[in-house]
């Protein structure tokens, strides 16, 4: 029973022995016990953040790659249009985007009358390009979702050629082999509306109609005769448009308006990547084509347009 005792003594003994140095530590430097604390406050909280790290990238795995939408912990470009303008602060009401580039024509085929004048390729006359081309938009948002836009489109190209064939164009006569002035011009005025269907995570969608005014005129010019057509006219299109959210601050945005029937077709398209250079401030590159025509008695006119683009927004 000795033994056993002696034994108890010798281990409590130890322990006083281990617990000393902390003690004598705290005596001597009184500071040295909150810094210990700091430390193990620092260390537990490091270990909190890492589980919840581990948490938030299995939910991101077993949500098929979508994260946590709307939550503090979600990626930036995940959140749905309307959580990015909220995120942006307040919802922008007013746009406006102004657009330069340089266009082609790779067709541009050419009769007045449609049915009895000369079919002609009024480019051999101007030449392919390029040409300086411009358009302006202003786009306001009444409401959530809700947009009207409109448009100012002039377009034109100019240029001396020679025909390679007699031309019978609006009445009169051109012979082949001499210089002839051509010019072509269709400016566009639209009002669209649409509307936002699809507010996704890096998807947004919208549908509208566009109502275009054009305003046409082809003119040939040779010596002192000079013959022209005009044509102006109303035209209902299709509006589609898609913003693809690649990342934070980048955007690709495709944005269409076209219709067909019998009697012509118009289709104007484009893509655009934009970069944000600051809070409502977009700058943006990209590729735009324009197709259509008509055939009727009247006139036959194909064109096939395209532009390299550049362009800057602004949103207030």
Not at 104 to 132: C, H, I, K, M, Y
């Amino acid at each position: 029973m000795a033994e056993w005792v002696n034994l108890e003594k010798k281990l409590a003994k130890k322990k006083r022995t281990k617990k000393a140095p902390e003690k004598m530590l705290r005596k001597v430097n009184p500071r040295l016990e909150a810094k210990i604390k700091q430390l193990r406050k620092g260390l537990d909280k490091a270990s909190r953040e890492r589980k919840q790290a581990e948490g938030n990238i299995s939910h991101f795995h077993l949500d098929g790659g979508r994260n946590v939408v709307g939550g503090k912990n979600a990626l930036p470009w995940s959140h749905s249009s309307a959580q990015r303008t909220a995120s942006a602060g307040q919802r922008r009401v007013f746009a406006v985007e102004v657009e330069g580039g340089a266009l082609w024509q790779s067709r541009n085929d050419v009769a007045v009358p449609g049915d009895e004048g000369t079919r002609f390729a009024l480019d051999d006359l101007t030449g392919s390009g390029p040409f300086p081309a411009a358009r302006l938009y202003a786009t306001w948002s009444p409401a959530e979702r809700h947009e009207l836009r409109a448009l100012i489109a002039p377009l034109s190209v100019s240029g001396t050629g020679q025909l390679s064939e007699p031309v019978s164009f609006a009445g009169e006569s051109f012979a082949p082999g001499v210089a002839t002035d051509a010019s072509y011009r269709f400016d566009s005025y639209r009002l669209t509306y649409r509307y936002l269907i699809h507010d996704g995570e890096r998807w947004d969608w919208r549908l509208g109609f566009t109502a275009k005014l054009r305003d046409a005129e082809i003119e040939l010019e040779q010596g002192g005769v000079t013959a022209r057509k005009t044509d102006t006219g109303f035209v209902p299109l299709l509006h589609v448009a898609a913003d693809w959210h690649l990342a934070p601050g980048w955007r690709v945005a495709l944005d269409l308006d076209g219709a067909a029937a019998p009697q012509g077709r118009a289709f104007d398209a484009s893509l655009k990547g934009y970069w944000t250079l600051r809070e409502g401030l977009e700058l943006a590159l990209g590729y735009r084509t324009i197709e259509g025509g008509a055939d009727n008695d009247e006139v036959y006119t194909f064109a096939w347009i395209h532009q390299a683009v550049v362009s800057l927004r602004y949103a207030f």
